[in-house]
């Protein structure tokens, strides 16, 4: 397993991750086109793959102008495995390392993301959206956290 830096070159196959979900789907995949992935990861903030024999099984994506978890996702079949913990710190951290500004966060009521960014030390603020749950993180409890 190797977590590392998103390349325009993984886009189709985060695009596959993205739309194989069965939590948080996309009622439509032309929503998040590839144009958008490719502004978030060069752009606007930095995105990281979880690859296994080459392929792509989960992704992580932070935006620094929007101050926000744009994604984080793992292909059905590879979850309960740790790839989404190893994600997701691997993103926090590179996103407090360039900003100390509050992090949030979308996601669905009642789904298993929502129990791991409680997990994770994410603080419920509010709803978003269509009814998703708002969290936020900020870099005191990021870098307090398990203390």
Known sequence: MIIRQAHVSDIPQIQRVRNAVTENTLSDPALVPDKDVEDY???RGRGWVCT????VVGFAIVSLTDFNVWALFVQ?????????KL????????????TSSN???GTAPNTRAENFYRKA????????????IKFEMTANAWKMRGE
């Open 103 to 105: 992090l949030w966060l």
């Open 52 to 55: 296994l024999g080459g392929n």
């Open 121 to 132: 030390g994410w603080r419920e603020t509010g709803v978003h959206g269509k009814g998703e």
């Open 41 to 43: 990861i060069l752009n």
């Open 87 to 98: 994600l997701h710190d691997e993103m926090i951290d590179w996103y407090f390392s360039q």
């Open 76 to 84: 059905p079949g590879y979850d309960k495995k740790g790839i989404g």
